[in-house]
């Protein structure tokens, strides 16, 4: 037994020192106690390059958008490169039949041409940790819900302690499971221009068929403009406002990367789960995941079968196939990558050293050591609340477009039945979004049959206990048909033309046609009942998982002092390092980590809405008119590949190489990798980055716009490059075994 304790924890350390640089997300405040293992990968930064309060550094440039997305300075005038797909919005709100930007792309020649947008973007300016103030007085031991309500009592006293100014942001978001908290204060710069987009089959080359996929193809970004007021203070639009003077813009890298390149990303990732125990991860695997791909394989089977036999139905339906595809796959690719790299078998190894060293500590068992257990029971508690709630939140709210639509009239009652004035001002949004989210791929004869095939899973594999006895009946004596019978023939939620009626009655006979409506009172009971059945104790195990979770992750930055710990994402500023390369999916397959131009032409369909190519680009493809921005052996790069972990709100995150010059634009992740978000395996997990030659290509050979170009700041870093830095940054980086 002895012999193999040693080997284990010898092994455990070394594993959880190797997973320190790739797949951790860093608060770019503590870059310090990474900065080594940065420079041993190759960066040729110091950490006070990178994040700075005294200083303009490399945080000042990286910018998050008021969507959740990513974008940067590229300029000392304000200019903003992100997503194609984070821009998509602002686009779509300014086009119009005579100027459709969308479709055909934009390039402002001048600042005068530059349009508004609604669209703020947001500057941070400090991150401060205030865990020792929020937490003050506050017990481990305390009751869940009593502990976050003193938590929050703490938070809401600090920030009204802080001196209010327009446009200044506070926020206190906690990390580590709520066991640390930072301040994070940024600036709102609201008055934001569209300055240029390509044409939609080049920002959205490959549509939702190559979401996720490997190889891309896709010139995923927009460019936008901040602009100030006076002393380059932020302001609301005026049209004599001036470009905004950053504290630090990026360079531009002509020379590209290579494979094993240092790169890093900063940016704004969204929600990311990686301390899951085996017990949760089991769980998403073989229940959670299997049961809402059960939901979308049904939805899509009927589909198929009506698109196969009608064109015009197969273009209709395309869009909303396509995106209920995308996350179907997304769901199969995490659980099978889940049960390919064992994360249940590697999260139990690790919680059986976690549990050895808490009792092999008198005082940390006493403090610690029901905390596994207790969990587990809470995890299997949770199971059946858990599962079927992903059921009944996909099939009530997602797949069906009468119960889409359901939801919609809900929302818009709700808010109408407890505000009067809310009907006149939620109204338009309400029918707006109802015509161009839903009806315009709405089609009933075969969003019927979806529905009835649903119900029919849903009453069988839906606990009973969730059911409302009333519904239950009508299923069992009339049968699932009869329901969307009623639905469908009866209600306003089958028939599109009475439907738009409804937004053009006065506030009360909306309410009452609401609450008359058979179809809508039908679902609403059922919806109503399980939420109370189901999701309310859900949310209260909810809170005692959290809870345990919470000293969970206290516990092991505790025992695991040979660990250096990142937070889960939550939408603040992190930095990820890694290095460019490609991956093997499979067994004989191997996936190079670049894309180029012919490509595009390989993927080519004529007249298609996702691989449709402008003539222009075939022009310039076809005459290898690439400009200055060809890759050394004559080539165009369009994406590539790197081990940095991403996740929702990166997108538009600037990729840049060890000097800190920018080399593409991050915007996806690999399918076969995608349960990085909870298990991130180096060899599989990639990200997916437009290269920011092919960016400046489209700009300046298909656009036109030199402006633009001029206005960048180029270099060649390892044109130029004559010495390496210092030795300390070039250490030898062990590479051990992964767990």
Same mark, same amino acid.
């Given at each position: 037994?002895?012999?193999?304790?040693?080997?284990? @924890?010898?092994?455990?350390?070394?594993?959880?020192?190797?997973?320190?640089?790739?797949?951790?997300?860093?608060?770019?405040?503590?870059?310090?106690?990474?900065?080594?293992?940065?420079?041993?990968?190759?960066?040729?930064?110091?950490?006070?390059?990178?994040?700075?309060?005294?200083?303009?550094?490399?945080?000042?440039?990286?910018?998050?958008?008021?969507?959740?997305?990513?974008?940067?300075?590229?300029?000392?005038?304000?200019?903003?490169?992100?997503?194609?797909?984070?821009?998509?919005?602002?686009?779509?709100?300014?086009?119009?039949?005579?100027?459709?930007?969308?479709?055909?792309?934009?390039? @402002?020649?001048?600042?005068?041409?530059?349009?508004?947008?609604?669209?703020?973007?947001? *500057?941070?300016?400090?991150?401060?940790?205030?865990?020792?103030?929020?937490?003050?007085?506050?017990?481990?031991?305390?009751?869940?819900?009593?502990?976050?309500?003193?938590?929050?009592?703490?938070?809401?006293?600090?920030?009204?302690?802080?001196?209010?100014?327009?446009?200044?942001?506070?926020?206190?978001?906690?990390?580590?499971?709520?066991?640390?908290?930072?301040?994070?204060?940024?600036?709102?710069?609201?008055?934001?221009?569209?300055?240029?987009?390509?044409?939609?089959?080049?920002?959205?080359?490959?549509?939702?068929?190559?979401?996720?996929?490997?190889?891309?193809?896709?010139?995923?970004?927009?460019?936008?403009?901040?602009?100030?007021?006076?002393?380059?203070?932020?302001?609301?639009?005026?049209?004599?406002?001036?470009?905004?003077?950053?504290?630090?813009?990026?360079?531009?890298?002509?020379?590209? *990367?290579?494979?094993?390149?240092?790169?890093?990303?900063?940016?704004?990732?969204?929600?990311?789960?990686?301390?899951?125990?085996?017990?949760?991860?089991?769980?998403?695997?073989?229940?959670?995941?299997?049961?809402?791909?059960?939901?979308?394989?049904?939805?899509?089977?009927?589909?198929?079968?009506?698109?196969?036999?009608?064109?015009?139905?197969?273009?209709?339906?395309?869009?909303?196939?396509?995106?209920?595809?995308?996350?179907?796959?997304?769901?199969?690719?995490?659980?099978?990558?889940?049960?390919?790299?064992?994360?249940?078998?590697?999260?139990?190894?690790?919680?059986?050293?976690?549990?050895?060293?808490?009792?092999?500590?008198? @005082?940390?068992?006493?403090?610690?050591?029901? *905390?596994?257990?207790?969990?587990?029971?809470?995890?299997?508690?949770?199971?059946?609340?858990?599962?079927?709630?992903?059921?009944?939140?996909?099939?009530?709210?997602?797949?069906?477009?009468?119960?889409?639509?359901?939801?919609?009239?809900?929302?818009?009652?709700?808010?109408?039945? @407890?505000?009067?004035?809310?009907?006149?001002?939620?109204?338009?949004?309400?029918?707006?979004?109802?015509?161009?989210?839903?009806?315009?791929?709405?089609?009933?004869?075969?969003?019927?049959?979806?529905?009835?095939?649903?119900?029919?899973?849903?009453?069988?594999?839906?606990?009973?206990?969730?059911?409302?006895?009333?519904?239950?009946?009508?299923?069992?004596?009339?049968?699932?048909?009869?329901?969307?019978?009623?639905?469908?023939?009866?209600?306003?939620?089958?028939?599109?033309?009475?439907?738009?009626?409804?937004?053009?009655?006065?506030?009360?006979?909306?309410?009452?046609?609401?609450?008359?409506?058979?179809?809508?009172?039908?679902?609403?009971?059922?919806?109503?009942?399980?939420?109370?059945?189901?999701?309310?104790?859900?949310?209260?195990?909810?809170?005692?998982?959290?809870?345990?979770?919470?000293?969970?992750?206290?516990?092991?930055?505790?025992?695991?002092?040979?660990?250096?710990?990142?937070?889960?994402?939550?939408?603040?500023?992190?930095?990820?390092?890694?290095?460019?390369?490609?991956?093997?999916?499979?067994?004989?397959?191997?996936?190079?980590?670049?894309?180029?131009?012919?490509? *595009?032409?390989?993927?080519?369909?004529?007249?298609?809405?996702?691989?449709?190519?402008?003539?222009?680009?075939?022009?310039?493809?076809?005459?290898?008119?690439?400009?200055?921005?060809?890759?050394?052996?004559?080539?165009?790069?369009?994406?590539?590949?790197?081990?940095?972990?991403?996740?929702?709100?990166?997108?538009?995150?600037?990729?840049?190489?060890?000097?800190?010059?920018?080399?593409?634009?991050?915007?996806?992740?690999?399918?076969?990798?995608?349960?990085?978000?909870?298990?991130?395996?180096?060899?599989?997990?990639?990200?997916?980055?437009?290269?920011?030659?092919?960016?400046?290509?489209?700009?300046?050979?298909?656009?036109?716009?030199?402006?633009?170009?001029?206005?960048?700041?180029?270099?060649?870093?390892?044109?130029?490059?004559?010495?390496?830095?210092?030795?300390?940054?070039?250490?030898?980086?062990?590479?051990?075994?992964?767990?």
């Amino acid at each position: 037994m002895k012999r193999f304790l040693l080997p284990f @924890a010898l092994f455990l350390f070394l594993t959880l020192h190797a997973q320190k640089g790739e797949g951790g997300m860093w608060p770019p405040n503590t870059i310090d106690r990474i900065i080594d293992d940065m420079q041993a990968m190759g960066l040729q930064l110091d950490a006070g390059d990178i994040w700075n309060t005294n200083k303009p550094a490399l945080k000042d440039a990286v910018v998050q958008l008021g969507n959740g997305c990513t974008g940067e300075f590229v300029s000392d005038k304000g200019l903003v490169f992100t997503n194609h797909h984070c821009g998509y919005d602002a686009i779509v709100s300014v086009s119009t039949l005579e100027h459709n930007y969308l479709k055909d792309g934009f390039w @402002a020649r001048s600042f005068d041409e530059e349009i508004p947008v609604d669209l703020s973007i947001y *500057v941070v300016n400090d991150i401060r940790d205030v865990t020792e103030q929020i937490l003050q007085g506050v017990p481990d031991t305390l009751e869940p819900r009593k502990r976050q309500s003193l938590v929050d009592k703490h938070i809401d006293a600090y920030l009204k302690k802080l001196p209010e100014k327009k446009f200044k942001r506070y926020q206190i978001k906690p990390f580590f499971k709520g066991n640390k908290y930072y301040l994070i204060v940024s600036t709102e710069y609201p008055d934001v221009r569209l300055v240029g987009t390509p044409a939609e089959s080049i920002g959205k080359f490959g549509g939702d068929t190559d979401n996720w996929m490997w190889p891309r193809h896709t010139g995923d970004f927009s460019i936008f403009r901040v602009y100030a007021g006076p002393g380059n203070q932020p302001a609301e639009y005026k049209k004599d406002n001036k470009p905004f003077r950053p504290a630090r813009f990026l360079k531009i890298s002509l020379d590209g *990367v290579a494979p094993q390149d240092f790169v890093m990303i900063m940016g704004f990732p969204g929600r990311t789960n990686e301390y899951l125990t085996s017990y949760a991860v089991k769980q998403i695997q073989d229940l959670r995941d299997p049961a809402r791909v059960a939901v979308r394989e049904r939805t899509l089977g009927i589909m198929d079968k009506f698109m196969k036999q009608d064109p015009a139905l197969k273009l209709k339906l395309a869009s909303k196939h396509a995106s209920l595809a995308n996350y179907w796959k997304f769901w199969i690719g995490e659980s099978k990558g889940l049960k390919k790299f064992r994360a249940v078998e590697a999260k139990e190894k690790f919680e059986k050293e976690f549990q050895r060293r808490i009792d092999a500590d008198p @005082a940390r068992k006493a403090k610690y050591g029901n *905390v596994l257990p207790e969990l587990k029971k809470l995890y299997a508690q949770i199971e059946k609340y858990q599962v079927a709630a992903d059921m009944h939140r996909e099939i009530f709210y997602r797949n069906a477009d009468a119960l889409k639509i359901y939801s919609v009239l809900i929302s818009l009652y709700s808010r109408t039945k @407890a505000d009067k004035k809310a009907f006149k001002r939620y109204r338009n949004d309400y029918a707006g979004y109802l015509e161009n989210d839903i009806l315009k791929s709405y089609a009933p004869q075969v969003d019927k049959e979806i529905f009835a095939s649903l119900m029919q899973l849903y009453v069988k594999k839906i606990p009973k206990e969730f059911i409302s006895p009333q519904f239950l009946k009508i299923v069992e004596t009339q049968g699932t048909d009869f329901l969307a019978r009623v639905v469908y023939e009866k209600s306003v939620l089958g028939k599109p033309d009475e439907l738009r009626k409804l937004f053009k009655l006065s506030r009360n006979k909306f309410l009452k046609a609401i609450e008359n409506d058979p179809g809508i009172g039908l679902i609403n009971g059922q919806d109503v009942y399980f939420r109370q059945k189901a999701m309310m104790p859900m949310h209260r195990l909810q809170e005692k998982i959290d809870h345990y979770m919470r000293l969970y992750v206290k516990a092991q930055m505790e025992v695991f002092p040979e660990k250096v710990f990142a937070p889960d994402a939550n939408f603040t500023m992190r930095v990820s390092y890694g290095s460019v390369r490609g991956y093997k999916p499979r067994d004989a397959v191997v996936y190079k980590p670049f894309t180029h131009l012919y490509g *595009v032409m390989e993927k080519y369909v004529p007249g298609d809405p996702e691989f449709d190519v402008p003539p222009k680009l075939i022009e310039l493809y076809e005459k290898r008119d690439y400009g200055p921005y060809k890759n050394i052996d004559g080539t165009l790069v369009t994406d590539w590949l790197a081990t940095c972990h991403i996740t929702g709100g990166n997108s538009g995150s600037p990729t840049m190489d060890a000097f800190g010059n920018l080399v593409g634009l991050a915007f996806d992740g690999v399918w076969e990798g995608v349960m990085e978000d909870i298990y991130y395996r180096p060899e599989i997990s990639r990200s997916i980055i437009v290269d920011i030659r092919y960016v400046l290509f489209v700009i300046d050979k298909y656009g036109g716009a030199k402006n633009i170009i001029k206005e960048l700041t180029i270099v060649h870093p390892k044109k130029h490059q004559s010495t390496p830095r210092p030795s300390r940054f070039n250490k030898p980086r062990p590479r051990v075994p992964q767990m």
